[in-house]
């Protein structure tokens, strides 16, 4: 797919995850951006919506009933969850070899009972659920590949997943015995305008959201189930924290069989060893989430704790990036064949 | 004592919880600000060093040396850890009926060995540390009314310790799987400049810090301990979130015998029911850490985890307020006879 | 008025600008809170709007039709603009011996043309306009004290005002080369869920607003010109800076007959002596907004340009306080017989 | 030069100019990073500085004197004012041919006489400060590209000097009559820690600073200066916001000869219509400084006053890039040949 360049839009580009990816593909050197759309601003130009592309001779927005599907290779579906699944159906549809690279929840539970279960509603295209590859390519680099359709992970998700697999699949850690405290910044909650989101409700404060219910928790469910290979439930909670960008997942476990932190801190060495996004930390070296700001980065520390019980796994991103458009680069990227760092160069954005 | 106006003095008048002395103080009604004292800034307006306090007509800064302990009443102490025992053991040679109120960490552990585990050295003034009383009214209202010497406990240590203590006293919740997880802002660390604690290192972003070796575990060890009956040991970790102020405890517990949400909540719900400045929200509420500022409230939430083995309490407050000089002004309020809100009417600042 | 409690309503009480009022008027000693109205959250509790006034016990939100005037003295609004005033009209039809203070913006304009000129309609209540008070008690406590109807003054308005009045009056400066640059926080806006009013779009960052046509510009024509005795127009222009709370006004004279710093000093020290809520700062000193968040105080600076044709007077203040809630509070002080700093008495929150 | 890679050091690699060439010059195509200083943090792997470099393999941290200079063709210096004429002045007398790029102040000010006066002691290297050029490409291109010694400007000069200067050119303005206000973040105050600098002494508030004296003044008015053919002074005050990065800089011209906003746009518009990091939005757009954030773009915005004799010309950029390290990487690819964006494709980072 390699020898000219690969031929994307962007769904739902005046959203903070359209944007991001913009912003990546913009130096991406084997793509083309050929169409983005928004349904409501379609007729404006990009730059009206998000300035700092002011300059870069984007394409207008449009419909995306206006979307030509011959001149596309590949889709990044950037659109609210829920609608996306009929969108993507129908696309598929009319486009049956179209590569598609979705950034909603629509497609990231494989299961159609936990689907309905979480979501609230059956799920409207179930064979494309059944096909649809979860997008973590450190642990699905194969299945990416050769994948038509790729559900890109949640932020909560993606982050506390890479850092608890690789222990449940090496037997290290009690698998009914998981909490993750997991704090986000403002940007992943998007840019409809809600009163909760506004300033003043978000700066100078804390405060958890979703406990016990947040649906990034059936993504754990699922990808812990799979690396213990029985079913999982952990205990999940979010945070909103006074920034916009930033995943910080505090997991806690509880080691087995005698092992500890240097253990575990091992086996994420050991399965992370050729990954060029994810940085393990020296044993006992905390993360902070400012040194992955806008690179496409997961930086992870292993902590013990006093109780020798207990261990701390700290993982953390930028949520527009690893936690969504950046991975989402990455798994084009190796669905097409680049490099799996193109377009993926940045290191964060620190101070 | 409450015929005339109680003298008091803070020494220590040029940090952060000094200045949040003041700020509830100069409105006190029982109260007269005799003395403000600040070693390296001594012969300054306190408004040169606290521009808030600009026409307040508040006495200049003297060192403790040139304090005149005759015309006292009650100290508040705001120095730095580690020399404050030296100085509160001075103080109560000269005046033995002085009452003290301190806010550094030197007295709150009653045992020795404990302190000498946590603070790195022996205790030089041990005698005084025996008789300190732990002060959280809440908690030890009817010792602190009789306290020569009451310490002042720490922001995170109280707002956990006010979520747990209950719970484990009505023996509702397994001592032995507490995992606290508290967030704080920046204004906790105190005024001294260090690279850490600059705005371009903590704005836009969070991190966890003492991850295992954090002083005010020694706190909850020491309460759930006595909540319990035999020694406990907690899982806590702080992080740092780029506000200034704000203390936001996330505490999972296991409940036992039977017990869920609904019984923890009604367990604090009897603890607590005529505290004045704490607030239960309704089962399944989340408090937001914004909705204490500035006042010396503590709101608590109960929200039941999915799994049924787990409940999460969170507390949270004003980490200089409650956590901090409120709190002190509530301990003199209880010691002085004052009525326990004197001095502490703030609604909270929001936004 | 005052043998007994006034008895108040705050129509609009799920704003920022009502909630602001609750906080200072739930300890003003001379005042019961009587009736709180939200057309769109009439029913629910205010705790559930505002969660910081939980367990305080004040009435339940209802709307403007419910509330019972008879049992009214004096009406805080804190509405829309534009739709204020056929409500004030109204509620002055019914009952003509209510006392109203208005924190909207539709009486503040004295001259009807200068009224659709700068809001783009008819006033709906032009006699009520005529009546109106503009509501700087620092200017007009005389009629402030007889009034029926008090306009309070917008933040950016009031504070920039109390910087140049004294000086055009004393005849300092040239009436005609002022420029402001006036910098305010998120609260300011209110509560309404827009997109640029989201954290995302407003923290990590500054931009101006309304260059040129800010409505607020409309009433420094108005005071410049009164205090100048001849029509007066000044440069104005807006940022938002990503704070929550604070004016920061600079405003750049060039003074006349020889004046210079030390005579603009003067004159703004003469003119504000007995103010208590206005602190003129040493010569040279510049003002903080932080030094006056959460209190009803002015800092105000002055300080010479090198440029000797220059002097720069700095005036900042928290602009839901003094610049809108507090100076209502104040305003109704002053109509009411009641000590001026009665429910105001809060020192500035910082850090 | 540039048949091979350029061998380049940054001296003053651990303070936050220093990280930012490097967040830049990591993916430079034509640079190799050969050689950081950090004279007190000499011997530590920068990613114990800087953890978002981790990973990288970059050169660990040595002292100045340890510096192979015979290895070296350009060094960016990121040292503190003052000292840095000494080091320079040393570092040219041992390779007489080595580029220099100096991002103190120490060479901005060609005229000895106005150092003196602006920084209070005489110029310890006198001959290099005639030498060097004032670093802004986009009015000094040709002297770059001969230059040995180049002094980048400071970040509130370049963003002020860009919008006036093509306006004095064209003698559109008032050169006597010209007010800036500009407000910075605060990564420009760098990484040294004082405590006003500290998180809680920044956030939530702003302040003017430097007010009359600030040191970038003298920079406006030598470029200001020479674009009037004679001596120019302007008024000039800085302020700072709570937010990392970004200044916005925002400029009152009084027009000359009947011109007006669109004179003074067409005037801009034809003075940047090539440059590659200048975007002038079309007349009465105001820009934000976000929308720059990260980027090496300044943008510039033209508004009418609604005085006819007042413009405002607003210019925003980020401070560490253009307004710091991505200026110097811009004149190092001018000096040695490269595009002139090369290292700097970024796209602002927003949110």
Same mark, same amino acid.
């Given at each position: 797919?390699?020898?000219?360049?690969? $031929?994307? &839009? =962007?769904?739902?580009? *005046?959203?903070?995850?359209?944007?991001?990816?913009?912003?990546?593909?913009?130096?991406?050197?084997?793509?083309? =951006?050929?169409?983005?759309?928004? %349904?409501?601003?379609?007729?404006?130009?990009?730059?009206?919506?998000?300035?700092? /592309?002011?300059?870069?001779?984007?394409?207008?927005?449009? #419909?995306?009933?206006?979307?030509?599907?011959?001149?596309? %290779?590949?889709?990044?579906? &950037?659109?609210?969850?829920?609608? #996306?699944?009929?969108?993507?159906?129908?696309?598929?549809?009319?486009?049956? @070899?179209?590569?598609?690279? %979705?950034?909603?929840?629509?497609?990231?539970?494989?299961?159609?009972?936990?689907?309905?279960?979480?979501?609230?509603?059956?799920?409207?295209?179930? @064979?494309?659920?059944?096909? +649809?590859?979860?997008?973590?390519?450190?642990?699905? $680099?194969?299945?990416? $590949?050769?994948?038509?359709?790729?559900?890109?992970?949640?932020?909560?998700?993606?982050?506390?997943?890479?850092?608890?697999?690789?222990?449940?699949?090496?037997?290290?850690?009690?698998?009914?015995?998981?909490?993750?405290?997991?704090?986000?910044?403002? *940007?992943? +909650?998007?840019?409809? +305008? $809600?009163?909760?989101?506004?300033?003043?409700?978000?700066?100078?404060?804390?405060? +958890?959201?979703?406990?016990?219910?947040?649906?990034?928790?059936?993504?754990?469910?699922?990808?812990?189930?799979?690396?213990?290979?029985?079913?999982?439930? *952990? #205990? /999940?909670?979010?945070?909103?924290?006074?920034?916009?960008?930033?995943?910080?997942?505090?997991?806690?476990?509880?080691?087995?069989? &005698?092992?500890?932190?240097?253990?575990?801190? &091992?086996?994420? *060495?050991?399965?992370?060893? %050729?990954?060029?996004?994810?940085?393990?930390?020296?044993?006992?070296?905390?993360?902070?989430?400012?040194?992955?700001?806008?690179?496409?980065?997961?930086?992870?520390?292993?902590?013990?704790?006093?109780?020798?019980?207990?261990?701390?796994?700290?993982?953390?991103?930028?949520?527009?990036?690893?936690?969504?458009?950046?991975?989402?680069?990455?798994?084009?990227?190796?669905?097409?064949? /680049?490099?799996?760092?193109?377009?993926?160069?940045?290191?964060?954005? /620190?101070?």
């Amino acid at each position: 797919m390699t020898d000219r360049k690969v $031929r994307i &839009a =962007i769904l739902g580009a *005046s959203g903070y995850t359209g944007a991001e990816l913009l912003r990546l593909l913009v130096r991406h050197p084997g793509v083309e =951006i050929t169409a983005l759309t928004a %349904d409501r601003k379609a007729g404006q130009p990009l730059a009206d919506v998000f300035p700092q /592309f002011v300059g870069l001779n984007l394409p207008t927005l449009v #419909t995306i009933a206006e979307l030509d599907l011959d001149g596309l %290779d590949l889709v990044f579906c &950037a659109l609210p969850h829920g609608t #996306t699944q009929t969108v993507i159906a129908d696309l598929l549809a009319r486009k049956p @070899d179209l590569k598609v690279i %979705d950034l909603s929840a629509d497609f990231r539970l494989a299961d159609p009972q936990a689907y309905a279960r979480w979501y609230g509603h059956e799920h409207q295209a179930m @064979d494309l659920q059944g096909e +649809a590859v979860y997008g973590i390519a450190e642990l699905y $680099r194969a299945e990416i $590949r050769k994948a038509r359709l790729i559900a890109n992970p949640g932020c909560h998700s993606s982050t506390a997943i890479l850092a608890g697999v690789p222990l449940l699949r090496a037997g290290l850690v009690d698998a009914d015995d998981i909490v993750t405290v997991s704090s986000t910044g403002m *940007s992943g +909650a998007g840019r409809a +305008a $809600r009163e909760e989101m506004l300033f003043s409700e978000v700066s100078e404060g804390l405060h +958890a959201y979703g406990v016990g219910s947040h649906r990034h928790t059936a993504e754990l469910d699922q990808e812990f189930s799979r690396a213990s290979g029985r079913p999982v439930m *952990s #205990t /999940f909670t979010a945070q909103l924290a006074p920034m916009n960008r930033g995943i910080y997942s505090m997991n806690f476990f509880r080691p087995v069989h &005698a092992a500890g932190a240097p253990e575990l801190h &091992a086996a994420l *060495s050991e399965a992370y060893a %050729d990954e060029p996004f994810i940085e393990l930390l020296p044993l006992g070296k905390v993360p902070q989430s400012r040194h992955a700001r806008g690179s496409n980065r997961v930086l992870i520390g292993v902590v013990p704790d006093r109780r020798p019980d207990r261990v701390v796994v700290i993982s953390t991103c930028d949520n527009l990036v690893k936690g969504a458009s950046g991975s989402a680069v990455q798994n084009m990227n190796v669905l097409c064949g /680049f490099a799996e760092t193109d377009g993926l160069p940045q290191v964060a954005l /620190f101070p």
